[in-house]
């Protein structure tokens, strides 16, 4: 499947409508593929979840111009089913974030976001005037900084529908976890900058940015948090839901 205007591809593991059917929308992050996802794809498939395991390019366009580009797909996805929700990883979430302003489904459910850069990162800030940052991140990249223009804080809207997100304290980006990032941090985001005003939970797990897509806790959370819209009680996160409600209590939301 392709969408103009960003070359855009898609993989739906069910093209058929069926009566009562719950959708998962999942969105990597900027230099990623759909195939980085694929475990947590097959863990909702699992639970019967109809999913859409979308391929942006990510370090080839602005943001404004990937949303553009992925909403058609994630309308026509969202017409067969009872509930479309999103997963989102990194930059996805804000990917996530955009299609939702702009053609926010009727049957919108649920969102969980893995380590997404709501308010920004001090790591862009540092680098997104550096040639190399700019050729390997592309035009995106550079609107990962913590000053937001004012067309892509219109664009990521208020959050006004159910939203999980999951942060990483764990890095081996040692640079960037020292020397850049507030801590605690995964090495590409403070756990602080992955809160948004009105989320309705956080988590905070002991894994890295790269790697929490795979982590199993994070998977179950994620899974747990699209059924019931909350983290808690999910089996073998208890530590880690007491480490959210610390993060909680110490971390401003950013919009």
Not at 18 to 42: N, Q, Y
Not at 175 to 187: A, Q, V
């Amino acid at each position: 499947m392709t969408a103009s205007p960003v070359d855009l591809k898609g993989r739906s593991a069910d093209a058929r409508k069926t009566d009562g059917a719950e959708g998962i929308v999942l969105l990597h992050g900027i230099a990623r593929r759909s195939a980085s996802l694929g475990r947590m794809e097959r863990a909702f498939r699992a639970e019967g979840y109809r999913t859409l395991n979308l391929d942006y390019p990510g370090r080839k366009a602005t943001i404004q111009t990937i949303v553009e580009g992925a909403a058609p797909q994630v309308t026509a996805f969202a017409s067969g089913l009872r509930r479309l929700h999103f997963v989102t990883h990194s930059m996805g979430g804000l990917v996530a974030r955009g299609i939702i302003t702009r053609y926010r489904p009727a049957n919108l459910g649920r969102v969980v976001m893995l380590g997404p850069p709501n308010g920004g990162s001090e790591v862009a800030d540092f680098l997104h005037r550096m040639r190399p940052y700019r050729l390997f991140f592309g035009p995106a990249g550079a609107q990962l900084t913590t000053h937001r223009s004012e067309a892509l804080t219109t664009l990521l809207g208020e959050i006004d529908f159910p939203l999980g997100v999951i942060a990483a304290d764990r890095s081996v980006w040692l640079i960037e976890s020292f020397l850049i990032l507030p801590r605690p941090n995964d090495g590409r985001v403070s756990v602080a900058r992955t809160r948004v005003s009105g989320m309705s939970d956080h988590l905070t797990l002991h894994t890295t940015h790269d790697l929490m897509i795979l982590n199993r806790a994070a998977i179950t959370a994620s899974l747990r948090f699209i059924r019931h819209g909350r983290f808690r009680d999910a089996p073998g996160i208890e530590e880690a839901t007491q480490t959210a409600a610390v993060a909680a209590s110490a971390s401003p939301p950013y919009l």
